[in-house]
């Protein structure tokens, strides 16, 4: 399976924390994106990180990618309780149309 | 610039009726995909199409669900005869291209089976 996989399924943290969460994947990808989803909602894309690529930033987000490892990490500084919501990675494995692969996501809660 | 939309948000059906879910990609947008998440599990691909083609549907059930994306309108995903298994929130993406471009998504539809 291709599958992206999330870890840790759930974290629970207090506002002002960092919030740390993986996804590790089996076959090679052309790019890996990460996404949000609150509850009840659509997703929101966050991050694309290519496979040529190490890390990037986005504001409060840091995302790391290890090909050796066939493994991602997303990092969320100074979290806040608006940023309490599931976080998906979905893998393009470059197949026709680059469909997306998604992992079962780590449900973050953040605490006030 | 509107978003991807979807509707209707929510649908009921009850066991055997057919559902129509409906999805406009962004504007400017010609790749669409459709995903299904069941409660508490991640997306699901279902099937990939352009303007008036099917480019991929490995993900699709081989029997009851269909789905088109026709030259003008919205793109549809049919489900005949539905189950209460198909109770999901089904999402439709849409991209500019097809390579390294990210896939927008709508809000979905939850469809329930009663």
């Known amino acids: 399976s291709q599958q992206g996989e999330e870890d840790p399924q759930a974290l629970s943290i207090q506002e002002g924390e960092n919030a740390t969460m993986n996804c590790s994947y089996k076959?090679?990808?052309?790019?890996l994106q990460w996404y949000r989803q609150n509850s009840g909602r659509g997703l929101v894309h966050l991050i694309l990180?290519?496979?040529?690529?190490r890390e990037k930033h986005s504001g409060r987000l840091r995302v790391t990618l290890d090909t050796s490892k066939k493994s991602s990490s997303l990092l969320i500084t100074a979290s806040r309780a608006a940023d309490t919501a599931s976080y998906f990675c979905?893998?393009?494995?470059?197949?026709?149309?680059?469909?997306?692969?998604f992992g079962g996501g780590t449900r973050v809660l953040v605490k006030p | 610039n509107a978003g991807v939309m979807q509707n209707p948000r929510h649908l009921v059906r009850r066991r055997g009726q057919e559902a129509r879910l409906r999805c406009s990609p962004m504007?400017?947008?010609?790749?669409v995909y459709w995903y299904r998440q069941l409660p508490e599990e991640g997306l699901k691909f279902m099937v990939y199409?352009?303007?008036?083609?099917?480019?991929?549907e490995s993900g699709m059930p081989k029997e009851r669900f269909s789905a088109e994306f026709p030259k003008e309108g919205p793109s549809i995903l049919r489900i005949q005869q539905v189950v209460r298994g198909d109770s999901a929130a089904y999402f439709c993406?849409?991209?500019?291209?097809?390579?390294?471009?990210?896939?927008?998504f709508g809000p979905g539809t939850r469809l329930t089976v009663t």
């Open positions: 504007k400017g947008h010609s790749h």
């Open positions: 199409l352009q303007k008036e083609n099917i480019i991929d």
């Open positions: 993406a849409s991209s500019a291209g097809t390579l390294e471009y990210e896939q927008y």
């Open positions: 076959t090679s990808i052309n790019n």
């Open positions: 990180i290519r496979s040529n690529e």
């Open positions: 979905a893998t393009d494995h470059g197949a026709a149309g680059n469909k997306l692969t």
